[in-house]
Nanobody, 126 residues
Framework: QVQLVESGGGLAQSGGSLRLSCAASGSSGSIFMINAMDWYRQAPGKQRESVATSTNLGRTNVADSVKGRFTISRDNAKNLVYLQMNNLKPEDTGVYYC?????????????????WGQGTQVTVSS
């Protein structure tokens, strides 16, 4: 099992900035090799959408709607992923989720797995 704890959400004014953090930790005795650490968001009444993605090889990508404003980064040694959000707009309002994907090893088997955080609310006022 992998636990994800997100922080950094809150209220910001249009044009402001917020920085989200997500820390991944594993249960004692478990082995999980992280590959992707991503951010998603879900606005009220809308489907959850990908905001930014990152791989353990350093490849990153952000959605067109946030390109030039949001940056994803990670600290592999500490299993942390960040989302720096600048020039926020009211349409960025939503619940932001961290997702981690990788491979679990247990009893001689390798299996793909993914885990989601509980979400953190971001509200941008105009």
């Amino acid at each position: 099992q992998v636990q994800l704890v997100e922080s950094g959400g809150g209220l910001a004014q249009s044009g402001g900035s917020l920085r989200l953090s997500c820390a991944a930790s594993g249960s004692s005795g478990s082995i999980f090799m992280i590959n992707a650490m991503d951010w998603y968001r879900q606005a009220p009444g809308k489907q959850r959408e990908s905001v930014a993605t990152s791989t353990n090889l350093g490849r990153t990508n952000v959605a067109d709607s946030v390109k030039g404003r949001f940056t994803i980064s990670r600290d592999n040694a500490k299993n942390l992923v960040y989302l720096q959000m600048n020039n926020l707009k009211p349409e960025d309002t939503g619940v932001y989720y961290c997702k981690v994907a990788g491979t679990s090893y247990r009893s001689g088997r390798f299996d793909p797995n993914e885990y989601w955080g509980q979400g953190t609310q971001v509200t941008v006022s105009s």
